[in-house]
């Protein structure tokens, strides 16, 4: 417990909850920094050009303006 000084181990119900906070965290940082990415790269139509040439340098295939998934 907070502010106590004694140390025991977590029960399995304290390590559930332990473990949910950490999947819902996780997940809503991963979430955060793709919508913030995607929202980047749709405001500056050059870095997607970039990424573009980058990808075609590696030999990358484009189906469609897209590049192949089985590709990337």
């Known amino acids: 417990m907070v ?3 004694e ?4 029960t399995d119900e304290e390590i559930s909850n332990e ?3 950490l999947l ?11 919508v913030w990415m995607l929202w ?3 405001r500056r139509p050059e ?3 970039r990424i573009k040439e980058e ?8 189906a469609g303006g897209v590049p192949l998934y089985q590709q990337i």
């Open 7 to 10: 140390q025991h181990p977590l």
């Open 47 to 49: 870095w997607q050009e």
């Open 24 to 34: 819902v965290g996780a997940t809503d940082t991963t979430v955060v920094v793709a």
């Open 55 to 62: 990808l075609r340098a590696n030999n990358i295939d484009f």
């Open 19 to 21: 473990l949910g906070s």
């Open 40 to 42: 980047e790269l749709a």
């Open 3 to 5: 502010g106590t000084t």
